[in-house]
């Protein structure tokens, strides 16, 4: 095999979250010397229902670390490629960040923001996908699909075309 058959493209999503700075770091040990590594973040429409009705303190039933990303602007989503760069530099010498990408979802829910992940995938012929988990058990994933925000890591282990890392810190 050649060494280009040999080089995988590897993708990271990143938010805002201790469980993506995990991942990135996981994901940077991972790539190897010849490998690429591709960091993405999802922007999230505002002008959306969900957006109008999350935007202030929060809803009672549903703590505001839980939406941590809901609200993430284009230059929020800068930061925070920028912040998980240089995490993934400091998490291994040998690697080589292609790209550092952000994402426009069309819909704010995991099935937007999967697409959104999906395609990039498919666009850029990545060969791995590894996703952060907030591990929030299945009463809070249930009151957070009927929000229309259910698990975009759960949406891209079922339809991502290549496979998927689910990182889970501790």
């Known amino acids: 095999m050649s060494e280009q058959e040999q080089k995988r493209r590897i993708c990271v999503c990143?938010?805002?979250?201790a469980e993506a700075v995990g991942a990135v770091k996981w994901a940077a040990r991972l790539a190897g010397a010849h490998d690429e590594l591709h960091i993405v973040?999802?922007?999230?429409?505002?002008?959306d229902l969900h957006g109008l009705l999350f935007a202030g303190a929060g809803d009672p039933l549903l703590p505001p670390a839980w939406l941590v990303?809901?609200?993430q602007l284009p230059h929020d989503a800068q930061d925070v490629l920028v912040k998980h760069q240089e995490i993934a530099e400091e998490?291994?010498?040998?690697?080589?960040v292609v790209k550092a990408?952000?994402?426009?979802?069309?819909l704010n829910n995991a099935s937007g923001v999967g697409t959104a992940i999906n395609d990039y995938v498919q666009e850029?012929?990545?060969?791995?996908l590894v996703i952060g988990s907030r591990n929030l058990g299945t009463l809070r994933k249930a009151v957070l699909n009927m929000v229309g925000m259910g698990s975009?890591?759960?949406?891209?282990?079922r339809n991502t075309p290549c496979p998927v890392v689910v990182y889970k810190a501790g």
């Open 69 to 71: 990303h809901a609200a």
């Open 91 to 96: 998490a291994s010498e040998e690697v080589y």
């Open 152 to 157: 975009v890591s759960d949406y891209c282990v």
């Open 14 to 17: 990143v938010d805002d979250t």
């Open 101 to 106: 990408v952000p994402l426009q979802a069309d």
């Open 41 to 47: 973040t999802v922007v999230r429409p505002r002008d």
């Open 124 to 128: 850029q012929n990545i060969t791995d």
